[in-house]
């Protein structure tokens, strides 16, 4: 199988709720770095996965919507804390919504919120 993958990092705010997280109760931000991920057997007529400057567009596009932004405000996270796991459900639904290469099987998201944590989510395509 045929891996490609592409990194983003930005800033983004959330303050956590439902429980008593210390200092993670008030907003505060991290410096997430995004690692975007899309897997298939098959290349192209090219001999590529996907194109990767389409992947960048699309990318580029999900993390500025939410780069410098507060996480609690966005309407897909109304009723959920803003952890780092549903973060990387959303962005990965987002991305996969998004690239629609037909020869892609697998896309998966690894999101860091710092150097030692992180928290990632795949999603099968058929």
């Not at 045929?2 to 983003?8: A, F």
């Not at 796991?85 to 896309?107: G, T, Y």
């Amino acid at each position: 199988m045929y891996t490609l993958g592409v990194r983003r990092d930005f800033i983004a705010r959330h303050f956590l709720i439902g429980g008593d997280w210390g200092p993670e109760n008030f907003p505060n931000s991290h410096h997430y770095v995004l690692e975007l991920q899309l897997a298939g057997n098959e290349l192209d007529q090219h001999g590529y996965l996907v194109d990767i400057v389409d992947v960048e567009k699309h990318l580029d596009e999900v993390v500025g919507y939410y780069k410098e932004q507060m996480l609690n405000e966005k309407p897909e996270f109304a009723g959920l804390n803003p952890s780092i796991e549903h973060f990387a459900r959303i962005l990965c639904i987002a991305l996969s919504e998004r690239i629609k290469a037909k020869n892609i099987s697998e896309v998966k998201v690894v999101l860091w919120e710092n150097d030692s944590a992180w928290s990632s989510f795949q999603i099968g395509r058929r």
